[in-house]
C-alpha cells in the first residue's frame, strides 16, 4: 500500500465519476480523499446534486471541465459508457433511498460500482441489487469503511488463525450523540435525511451506525448473525426512526453477543468499539483509537498490538503506510478499500484475477446489512422477539 | 472520613464479630481490613467455618482468644448476646445459601448485620429476610462495595442534580475472567460453591457479579428497572449455573439500558463499567481506574473529575481520605461501607440520628438483587421474554 | 480543507518536481501522498534517485512519462525551469547533505522548495541557505509536519489567547526506540545515513527526532530557546552519532524545561509529547493520539478537547476534514502542510496577499532547528554547560 | 499480606507511639491508616503536636488515655521506655526540621523508628542520625511509600532479573501543582512548613517529592546516582525554596537520566512517573495507575502486566491483598512498609532472622536523598555543573 501502483501491470489511474457528493455533502468528500490518497483514482465526471445548478458547481469547484458534470445520474450513466475515455467506475454516495437505482444503471452497463452502505433503503430493493451485481460483469464495492482499518485485519487474521480459540463472545457497540437534540429541525442536512424514513429506510441509528456495527462484528469473527432480539427506540420526541438500539445476538455455531448503537449518548463522536471472546483469548478494538489492538490471551499478559509495530502481521502490514506511531486515520483506512477496488479492477482490466482473495466488502455484505435492520425493525416491533435475518 | 473517630460521641471500636471467612477465603479478609482500616470496628469474635477446628485455627490466627471464637453460628449468636461485652455487629461472609439462617439469629438478637450479597440464594429468603430485619431494632448492612467508592457517590450526587438532565440511557458491565475453564473442577474453592447451585442459588455471573452492576445502575441513577429481557448461558461445558449474560433493560420513567456480566471473556479482570446518559449529558466510571469519573455535558469538552480533585463534591470528598493522585482503591471503598455502618449504629448507641440519610445499601437493595436474579433466570427460561421484576 | 480547491481563483493543481524519494525510501512516499490528499498538487517530474536507472524505475513506478523524470537534481532544475509547464514547486526528500545543494537550484530559478527537515546537514549551509531563500521570489517550507496537526495548532491557539496564562514550563520529549540496536550495521538504508555525520551532520537523534521536539516546543508556546545544557549520548557501540539527548532549556521571558530525545527508547515507537504549563493552566498533546488535546486550567476539572469537538476552536477547524472522533493521523498533518503551502502557492500566483498569517514552517524554524543540533553538540562536548543559540 | 498475622509466632500488634500528626496534619493520618490495615500494629501513645492541649484533644480524638499523650517527644521517649508495656516502635510524622531530634531520642532507647521522608533537614543531621541508628539495636524505616506498591516491586524484580537487559536510561519525573500560586501566604499549613528553609531544609519540591522520584529509580533500577546536574527554579514570586526542578543524572555504570520535579505544573495532582529502558526492553509505571506496569520488551508486543494478573510475579504477589483489577492504592502501598517494618520488628522480638532480605527503606535510602537535595541546591547554585552525590 505504498502510493506506488502496481509496477507490473497498467498503472494509469482508473477514471471515476462520482453520484452524489456535491458541496456541504460530508461523505462525498470523503470518498473523494479516499479515492485519490494512493493515486489509484482520478475523479473526472459526476452528477454531484439532483439539481443541476448545483452540481455544476460542485463539479467546478472539483476542477471538472462542465462536460463531465451531470445534472442526472442516468445521463451521465449513458453519456459515459459511450465515451472512449468515460468512466470504469462510479461511487455513489447520495442517501441511502437513492443508491438503487443509480447503481443498476451503471451495473447495467458494466461500469464498477463503490456504494455507500446501508445498500439501499429497503430490503426488496437490496435484493434486486445483489440479483442484478451478480449478473453484472462489474465489480460491487460497498465502502464499510472500518473494515479497512489495518488493526481489524489484524483482529480479522488473529480470529481466523484461532488465537482467541473458539469464539463465545462478541459484544460491538457504536455511540455517538449528534442527534441527542432534534437537530433535523434546525435544517441541518445530514440529519435531515437520516431521521426521514423516505430517504433513509425503516433504520435510524440502526442504519445508519449499526450496520457498521454489526458489519465490523461479522468481518472480524467471520461469524453470522442467526437471529437477534432488538428493542429500538426514539428518545428525541417527534423523531421518526430509532436513535438508539439494543440489540443481542446469536450467531450461528452457538457464539452470542450484543450490540449497542446511540446517536444519542452525550460525549460519543465515533465510538464503534469491538470485543471478542473465545475460549483461549479476548481482542478489543476502538475506531477513534485504531492504530492500537488489545490482544488477552488467557492466563498471559494483555498484549498491545499496534499497526506496523510487533506483533502485527502482514494483514495489517498491507495496508499500513507509516511506520508504528505514526498514527494513520479514518481516511486511510477508507482508502485501503478503495485500494483493494483499485486492484480489483486492475486485475478485470488486465484478465488477470487479483493477486489476493477479496477483502472489501461486497454486496453480500450490503444485503445482510440490509437484513440486519429488517430484522432489528420487526424484533422490536413485536417486543424485541428473538428473530431470524431474513437472508 | 479522616479515620478518627466522631470526638463528640463514644469513639469506642464496635465489637464484630464474623461468620465465615476462615483460612483461604477471599471475601472474610477484604471484610476485616474494610472493618479496621478506619478504626470503627474491632474484631473479637467468629464462627469463621463450619468445621470447628477449622473456626479454631483461623480464629487464633486472627489472635482471638479461644472463648470467642465458635464452631457454630448459633451458639456464637447465643452465648455473645448474653456477654456484657458480646459483639454489637455481625459480618457474614459465607456462600449465598448460608447468609439467611445466620442473619436471622443475629437480627432477632439485636446484633446489627452486615452481610456480603447477594443477599440470600433464594427469593424466598430474601423476603422473609426483609420482614425479620424491618421488624428488628438492628441494623442490616448490605455490601455492596462498589456503591462505597466516592467517585461513585460523585455520580450519584452529579445526576440527583440534574447535571445530565433527564436520564435516557444505562449502559453497565462487570466482565472477568476466572472462570473461563472449568476451574470448579480443579478444586478452586471459590469457584465451587459459585457454581453450584445449592450454595449460590439460581444465579451463576447473574448472582455473582450481575448483582452488583444492576446494583451499581439503579444506585447511581435512581432509578428503578421495571422490566428486563434476558438471555443467560454457561459457555463452559457441564457447567450448572450461566457464567454469561445479557440483560436488555427498561426502567421506570423511560429510561433503557442493557446490563452484561460475564465471567468468561479473557482478559477482563474486574471490569465493572458504568456508562449513563440524559438528554443534558453524560457519566462514565470504570471500578478499575475508580478515582476518574468522566462527565460529558452535550456540547462541552469531556471533563475528567477526580477524587478529591477540582470538580468533585461533598459526596465524594466525605469518603476521601488522601489527595487527589494518590489513588484510593477497592479496600477503601468497602471500608467506606464499614464507616457508614458505624456512623448508623454510634447513632444508635446512642440514641440520635445519624448526621446523614442512610447511604449504605441496605436490605431494600438486597431484595432488589434477588429479585434481578430471579427475573433473569425467569425472562431467560422464557427465551428472553420482557420480565418484570417481582419486587 | 475540504479537499475542494479554492472556488474564487486558479484551482488547477500545482505542478510538483521531487528530489529524491525513490523505491525504498519512506519519506518521499510521505510526501507524495501529502501532496496529492487533498487535490492541491500534481506530481509531474522527479530525479528521484543520484543513480539515473534506479530514478527512471522509480519516477516509472509513479506513471511519469520517462522526459519527466531525471538522473541530476541539477538537471531537472534547468530543463524544468525552462518548460512551459514545468514544475512550479519541488519537494525535498533526500538525506540531510543532499538538502541544500537542490534547494538552492530551485530557488534560483523562482521554483518553490518544500523542503524535509532538518533544513541541512551544517548550521553554515543552513545560513546561507536562509540569505539564498529571502533574496529569492520562491517559497521555502520546511515540513515540521507536526506542526500541521489540527490539536497542535488549537494548543498554540490556546497558549496566544492567554488560556495558560504566564508560561513557566514546557515538557517536551521524542522517544522511539528502531535504533536501539547498531541496525545501521544491517544495511537498513534509513538508519544507514542518518548515523553518518557525513550525510546526517552533527546531530543524530538530535537532528533527525530532536529538531521536531524543538520546533513544537518553539511553535506551540511562541517562545524562543535561549540556552541549553545538554547530555548527548551514543549508548549502542561504535556509533558515531548522539542516539539519545538530555537537554535542559531556559527560553526568553523565563521559562524553563527539558527537552530528551532518544532512538534507543524499546517500546517507543514516534513518541513525541509536549507538555506545557502556564500559571493559569497546562496543556498535554501527544503525537500517537494526536486527536486530543488535554486542557487544565488551574482549579477546574481537566478538559480533554478533541479534533472538532467541542472546545475545538477555528485554528484547528480549518484544517479538519472528518467529524470528531474519526481520526486523521499523520499523513493528513503532513498534507496540511502542503497545503497551507498551495494556498501560499496560489496567492502568489493570482499576485494577491494569502488568507491568512504564513503558518507553515519557513527557512526561518530550519535555522533555528540547525542552531538548536550546534548548541547541543557544543554543549554537550563542554560537559553539558549552558550554551546560547547561535542564530 | 493476607492482614492474618504470623500464626507461628508472636502475633501481638506492635505497640506504636506518634509524633506529630495532630488534627489537620496529612501525613499522620495516613501512617496511622498504614499501621492499622493489616492489624501489625495498634497505636497506644503519642506527642500529637508541640503544643501540649493541641496534642491532648488530638490523642482524645484517637480514643487515647490522657496518660499516654504527651506534649513533647522527649517525654514521651523516656517515659514510655520505662513503662512494661511502652511503646515498641514510634511513627515521626513531623516537618523535616523535626525528624532529627525524636529520632534521636527513641533510637537511644531501642525504640524503632519509623520516620517520614526527607530524613533530616540538612544533610550534617542527616550523617549524624546514620550513625547514631547504624549503632542502635532499633530498626529504622524510612516511609518511601512507593517502593511499597506491588508493581513497583515487580519492576524491581524484573530489572534484577535481566528483563531490560543491561540498563541505558532513566526518566522519572512527580508533578503536582498545589504550588501554583502562593498559598504558603494563605495560612494552609501543609504549604508553609515546606516551603519554608528553616522547616523544610535546603530542598523545596527537591525535598518534598525530588526525592520520592530519587528513591524510586534508585530502588528499581538498583542504580546509583553518580553526578547529577540540576536546575532549580522558585517560579512563584517570593518563594524561598525551588518550586520546580529540571536534573539530568549519571549513574555509576554509565546509565543517564533526567529527574523533573514541580509543584506548579496545573492538571498534575500526584504525577510521579518511572520510565527504565535497557537494551533489550523497557518498563513504565505511573504511580496514579499504580497497579498496571507495562513491559515492552525490545521487538515484542508490548505488554500491560498487572497487579496480582498473569505476569505478575512473587514479589508483587507477597503485597497484595486483593485479587487483579480490584485496585490497591496509596493507603495499601504505605501499609505495606508498616507490614514489613513489623514482620522486621517481629523476627526481633523472636530473635530471629526474618525470613527475607530487607525491602523497606532504611536509613542509608535516608541519606542518599538527603545526599541528593544538597547536590542538587549545589548544583543549581553553581548554573547547573556537574556534581557529584556527597555520600
Same mark, same amino acid.
Given at each position: 500500500?505504498?502510493?506506488?501502483?502496481?509496477?507490473?501491470?497498467?498503472?494509469?489511474?482508473?477514471?471515476?465519476?462520482?453520484?452524489?457528493?456535491?458541496?456541504?455533502?460530508?461523505?462525498?468528500?470523503?470518498?473523494?480523499?479516499?479515492?485519490?490518497?494512493?493515486?489509484?483514482?482520478?475523479?473526472?465526471?459526476?452528477?454531484?446534486?439532483?439539481?443541476?445548478?448545483?452540481?455544476?458547481?460542485?463539479?467546478?469547484?472539483?476542477?471538472?471541465?462542465?462536460?463531465?458534470?451531470?445534472?442526472?445520474?442516468?445521463?451521465?450513466?449513458?453519456?459515459?459508457?459511450?465515451?472512449?475515455?468515460?468512466?470504469?467506475?462510479?461511487?455513489?454516495?447520495?442517501?441511502?433511498?437513492?443508491?438503487?437505482?443509480?447503481?443498476?444503471?451503471?451495473?447495467?452497463?458494466?461500469?464498477?460500482?463503490?456504494?455507500?452502505?446501508?445498500?439501499?433503503?429497503?430490503?426488496?430493493?437490496?435484493?434486486?441489487?445483489?440479483?442484478?451485481?451478480?449478473?453484472?460483469?462489474?465489480?460491487?464495492?460497498?465502502?464499510?469503511?472500518?473494515?479497512?482499518?489495518?488493526?481489524?485485519?489484524?483482529?480479522?487474521?488473529?480470529?481466523?488463525? #484461532? $488465537?482467541? &480459540?473458539? %469464539?463465545?463472545?462478541? *459484544?460491538? +457497540?457504536?455511540?455517538?450523540? !449528534?442527534?441527542?437534540?432534534?437537530? @433535523?429541525?434546525?435544517?441541518?442536512?445530514?440529519?435531515?435525511?437520516?431521521?426521514?424514513?423516505?430517504?433513509?429506510?425503516?433504520?435510524?441509528?440502526?442504519?445508519?451506525?449499526?450496520?457498521?456495527?454489526?458489519?465490523?462484528?461479522?468481518?472480524?469473527?467471520?461469524?453470522?448473525?442467526?437471529?437477534?432480539?432488538?428493542?429500538?427506540?426514539?428518545?428525541?420526541?417527534?423523531?421518526?426512526?430509532?436513535?438508539?438500539?439494543?440489540?443481542?445476538?446469536?450467531?450461528?455455531?452457538?457464539?452470542?453477543?450484543?450490540?449497542?448503537?446511540?446517536?444519542?449518548?452525550?460525549?460519543?463522536?465515533?465510538?464503534?468499539?469491538?470485543?471478542?471472546? #473465545? $475460549?483461549? &483469548?479476548? %481482542?478489543?478494538?476502538? *475506531?477513534? +483509537?485504531?492504530?492500537?489492538? !488489545?490482544?488477552?490471551?488467557?492466563? @498471559?499478559?494483555?498484549?498491545?498490538?499496534?499497526?506496523?509495530?510487533?506483533?502485527?502481521?502482514?494483514?495489517?502490514?498491507?495496508?499500513?503506510?507509516?511506520?508504528?506511531?505514526?498514527?494513520?486515520?479514518?481516511?486511510?483506512?477508507?482508502?485501503?478499500?478503495?485500494?483493494?477496488?483499485?486492484?480489483?479492477?486492475?486485475?478485470?482490466?488486465?484478465?488477470?484475477?487479483?493477486?489476493?482473495?477479496?477483502?472489501?466488502?461486497?454486496?453480500?455484505?450490503?444485503?445482510?446489512?440490509?437484513?440486519?435492520?429488517?430484522?432489528?425493525?420487526?424484533?422490536?416491533?413485536?417486543?424485541?422477539?428473538?428473530?431470524?435475518?431474513?437472508?
Amino acid at each position: 500500500m505504498s502510493g506506488t501502483r502496481n509496477a507490473q501491470g497498467d498503472n494509469r489511474p482508473i477514471r471515476l465519476g462520482m453520484v452524489g457528493g456535491g458541496r456541504d455533502a460530508f461523505i462525498g468528500a470523503v470518498h473523494r480523499i479516499a479515492a485519490r490518497l494512493d493515486g489509484h483514482f482520478e475523479l473526472v465526471a459526476g452528477a454531484f446534486s439532483a439539481t443541476a445548478e448545483k452540481s455544476l458547481a460542485s463539479g467546478r469547484d472539483l476542477g471538472l471541465p462542465d462536460d463531465r458534470i451531470y445534472g442526472d445520474f442516468a445521463q451521465m450513466a449513458r453519456r459515459e459508457a459511450r465515451l472512449g475515455k468515460g468512466i470504469e467506475a462510479v461511487a455513489i454516495v447520495t442517501p441511502n433511498h437513492m443508491h438503487y437505482r443509480p447503481a443498476r444503471e451503471f451495473l447495467r452497463r458494466g461500469i464498477h460500482v463503490i456504494c455507500d452502505k446501508p445498500l439501499t433503503a429497503t430490503l426488496t430493493d437490496a435484493r434486486k441489487l445483489v440479483k442484478l451485481a451478480e449478473r453484472s460483469e462489474a465489480l460491487f464495492v460497498l465502502t464499510h469503511n472500518y473494515t479497512g482499518y489495518p488493526m481489524v485485519r489484524q483482529a480479522h487474521a488473529m480470529v481466523e488463525d #484461532g $488465537d482467541l &480459540g473458539s %469464539l463465545r463472545l462478541v *459484544q460491538v +457497540e457504536y455511540a455517538q450523540d !449528534w442527534l441527542s437534540e432534534k437537530v @433535523e429541525d434546525t435544517g441541518l442536512k445530514q440529519a435531515g435525511w437520516r431521521t426521514d424514513p423516505e430517504r433513509s429506510g425503516a433504520g435510524g441509528s440502526t442504519g445508519d451506525i449499526g450496520t457498521h456495527a454489526f458489519n465490523l462484528a461479522q468481518f472480524v469473527t467471520g461469524l453470522e448473525v442467526d437471529e437477534l432480539a432488538a428493542d429500538l427506540h426514539s428518545f428525541v420526541e417527534g423523531r421518526r426512526l430509532d436513535d438508539n438500539a439494543h440489540v443481542m445476538l446469536r450467531f450461528r455455531g452457538g457464539a452470542r453477543g450484543t450490540l449497542w448503537c446511540s446517536q444519542v449518548a452525550p460525549g460519543s463522536e465515533n465510538g464503534l468499539k469491538l470485543r471478542v471472546y #473465545g $475460549d483461549r &483469548g479476548g %481482542l478489543e478494538w476502538h *475506531q477513534e +483509537e485504531p492504530n492500537r489492538l !488489545w490482544f488477552t490471551p488467557l492466563g @498471559e499478559p494483555k498484549r498491545l498490538i499496534t499497526r506496523n509495530g510487533a506483533g502485527a502481521g502482514a494483514a495489517a502490514g498491507r495496508l499500513s503506510r507509516v511506520p508504528a506511531g505514526h498514527p494513520e486515520g479514518y481516511l486511510e483506512g477508507f482508502a485501503n478499500i478503495y485500494a483493494e477496488a483499485a486492484a480489483a479492477i486492475r486485475a478485470r482490466r488486465a484478465g488477470t484475477a487479483p493477486e489476493a482473495a477479496v477483502t472489501f466488502p461486497t454486496i453480500r455484505d450490503g444485503l445482510a446489512g440490509m437484513a440486519f435492520i429488517d430484522a432489528c425493525v420487526r424484533s422490536s416491533k413485536r417486543n424485541a422477539a428473538w428473530t431470524k435475518l431474513a437472508l
